[in-house]
């Protein structure tokens, strides 16, 4: 036997050691896009909960915190994109599908997003030199994939097909593509890379994308929503999955975390029926399942009603007995400083009316002096309460009366805290204070029955010790007996 036969033998049994490793149970799915594929969602305490051990993440980085490292698969527990990250709609699509297919089957994940790129960035054919003119804070999100991440989700993709089988492609881009009429094609060259790259047939892997926030839901890219709807005109495997009533976080672009929850249950249901399964188990409701119940502690900033200012934009009025403010004229009152309060220290911010209104009601903070300068900003529709990540609070950049961006707040220098409306409607407030604790702690129906007992668990459902264990915990969140607590 030659040479080249004794190679092309060792070859082919090599390609068979390979397919015999690979297990044709473990479902893959490639993930990536921007930032609300990256995740910008507080990870809040339902979302380390019952976790199934059959929905797996492959590190695409290097985590310290989590310890992972690159190309080895984890349980998907969040943050799944880099350790610095949110949460995602990727978490909830992976619960999801492990909880619909049979039980031999297993789903891992791999995440490779970048907040704010372009569909340009994430190209096979990018040029990084092309990073040259981007601002820092971009620079060092790129790094991350050693500025090709197409390269990055390829080589990961690769090493995962050792392992398992790609049976879907999942994308949420289009923010920074914004009126782009060729974006479909150019998400269609990535598609089609990935397949030729990856030798996979299209009419087995789907690309299944998602909508950008809602013009409704006061999405300042809400008119993509029109060019992402006709991508499955342009790749004949594809589906598109609806945004429609997810609620954002104030910035006009990134969803809040209930919303990455159902945006993902939203994306797999739509894996699901392409593969036949139409009613699938969706074990989290689109509405909120815990309406939270928050009051100040210790240690909590409390703004206090002495203080209230009717009338830091028009004349309003105030009634201290009742904590009733009635706005003038598109009006905004609150909490106004000459020197700014600090609270950087503090991940929420709550507002709680006594009731509904339907005045317009905003929720507005201010890091600049000036009230003319652009704040953050929630609406209350029609809700009573407002929770707002103080961690990673955005503010929109304006230029000619246009949305151009987003920046962030600078949480330690607050000169402006209250509330916008019409005006000549009375608003009756119960409280507004800036807290550690998470105000969705009352998960009692939503811990597992393993959590029931007389032990104390981690946030991951791992078993500390008994209740003695207790006074020697560190500071943290932990469950006993079906409820979260805090040991600060």
């Not at 009006?331 to 317009?360: H, M, R």
Request: one cysteine or more; glycine letters at 8%.
């Amino acid at each position: 036997m030659n040479l080249r036969k004794i190679i092309s033998v060792i070859a082919m049994l090599i390609a068979l050691a390979v397919q015999a490793e690979c297990d044709p149970n473990f479902y893959i799915y490639l993930c990536f896009g921007q930032s609300n594929m990256e995740g910008a969602g507080q990870i809040e305490t339902i979302d380390y909960l019952n976790i199934p051990d059959r929905f797996q993440m492959m590190a695409a980085v290097d985590y310290s915190s989590p310890a992972r490292e690159m190309y080895n698969w984890y349980s998907a527990t969040p943050p799944l994109v880099r350790q610095s990250t949110g949460l995602c709609p990727v978490d909830y699509f992976g619960r999801t599908m492990a909880e619909n297919l049979p039980e031999e089957v297993k789903v891992g994940v791999i995440v490779v997003a970048i907040g704010g790129c372009s569909i340009e960035h994430l190209d096979k054919d990018f040029d990084p030199a092309d990073l040259e003119n981007e601002a820092d804070w971009f620079k060092s999100f790129m790094s991350c994939y050693d500025n090709a991440p197409y390269a990055r989700l390829l080589a990961c993709a690769k090493e995962a097909q050792k392992q398992g089988v790609i049976k879907g492609m999942l994308l949420h881009q289009g923010e920074s593509n914004t009126g782009d009429q060729q974006w479909p094609d150019k998400v269609k060259k990535i598609y089609d890379d990935l397949l030729a790259d990856l030798e996979l047939n299209a009419e087995e892997v789907p690309l299944i994308a998602g909508q950008v926030v809602t013009s409704d839901m006061g999405g300042a890219c809400g008119s993509m929503n029109a060019i992402i709807n006709t991508l499955p005109q342009t790749i004949d495997n594809c589906r598109v999955v609806s945004a429609a009533n997810l609620e954002q976080k104030g910035d006009g672009l990134h969803f809040t975390s209930h919303s990455y929850r159902v945006l993902g249950c939203r994306y797999a249901t739509q894996a699901l029926a392409l593969m036949g399964i139409d009613d699938p188990v969706v074990s989290y409701e689109e509405e909120e399942p815990v309406i939270p119940t928050p009051s100040p502690e210790e240690g909590d900033f409390v703004f206090d009603f002495t203080y209230f200012n009717p009338s830091i934009w028009e004349n309003g009025t105030f009634d201290a007995s009742t904590n009733t403010f009635t706005a003038g004229q598109w009006g905004f009152g609150g909490w106004q400083y000459d020197t700014p309060i600090d609270l950087s220290g503090y991940k929420y911010l709550v507002a709680e009316l006594n009731a509904p209104q339907s005045n317009g009601l905003a929720f507005r903070v201010f890091d600049t002096a000036s009230y003319w300068e652009q704040p953050y900003s929630i609406d209350f529709g029609e809700k009573t309460i407002v929770i707002c990540d103080l961690d990673g609070m955005m503010k929109p950049v304006v230029e000619d009366g246009v949305q151009t961006g987003i920046e962030a707040l600078d949480t330690s220098h607050i000169y402006r805290v209250g509330f916008w409306a019409y005006g000549y409607q009375p608003i009756s407030i119960k409280q507004v204070f800036a807290t550690n604790n998470n105000p969705y702690n009352s998960l009692t129906d939503l811990v597992s029955d393993t959590c029931l007992n007389d032990t104390v668990y981690s946030l991951q459902g791992i078993p500390l010790g008994n209740k003695e264990k207790l006074s020697s915990l560190a500071t943290g969140c932990y469950i006993y007996q079906g409820h979260t607590f805090w040991i600060r």
